[in-house]
């Protein structure tokens, strides 16, 4: 993929993918009559996984900030929650739904060559959300503060929160669009 489009540097669909996003703008979505229940439900984990990230967040700064409460639980309980969550919606796009939904519009291949790297990229992000998560708790489960450790997963959280508002947004004006232009074909 080249670096144009890599989601470390995009800052958002380039033009020539945007046929069918420029044609449903996101306000329009939800009032359009192919847009289902399928469509709504996946839009709506999208907007969970936003808002478990900016739960972790939010208890890692009040770490940080000396409200300790029960952070260790919290942290170990959302965390591997938002984990297991991501990576199981992540396979049923791949192995399920973008082959169905690339076969609509030859147009977007390259827009799911882009969300296919997007995945890939998505492993490394996982995997050190779950390493420095895991530093976190191994701390507390020590007695200690684990201020250095929350420290270094706070920036772990918020760069994987970048990484996946990009992906997402991304995402939905590629996926949502085809739904609304191919409804009725759509098994």
Do not use: C
Request: glycine share 6%; charged share 25%.
């Amino acid at each position: 993929m080249s670096k144009p489009f890599s989601i470390e540097t995009r800052t958002g669909l380039p033009e020539h993918l945007r046929v069918l996003a420029d044609r449903y703008p996101r306000a329009e979505w939800r009032g359009h009559m192919n847009f289902n229940d399928l469509t709504g439900f996946w839009l709506e984990r999208h907007l969970m996984f936003r808002q478990v990230l900016d739960k972790v967040i939010g208890d890692t700064q009040a770490h940080l900030d000396g409200y300790t409460g029960r952070y260790g639980p919290e942290l170990s309980r959302y965390t591997g929650f938002f984990l297991d969550q991501l990576h199981g919606h992540h396979q049923i796009e791949d192995q399920h739904y973008f082959p169905q939904f690339m076969a609509m519009d030859k147009r977007l291949e390259q827009a799911f060559d882009i969300l296919d790297v997007d995945h890939h990229a998505l492993d490394h992000h996982l995997n050190a959300l779950a390493d420095h998560t895991n530093q976190v708790l191994r701390a507390l489960q020590q007695g200690q503060k684990a201020r250095d450790e929350a420290g270094r997963l706070l920036a772990v959280q918020e760069g994987f929160k970048t990484f996946l508002n990009r992906h997402l947004m991304d995402e939905e004006e590629i996926i949502v669009p085809i739904v609304l232009e191919y409804g009725t074909e759509m098994s």
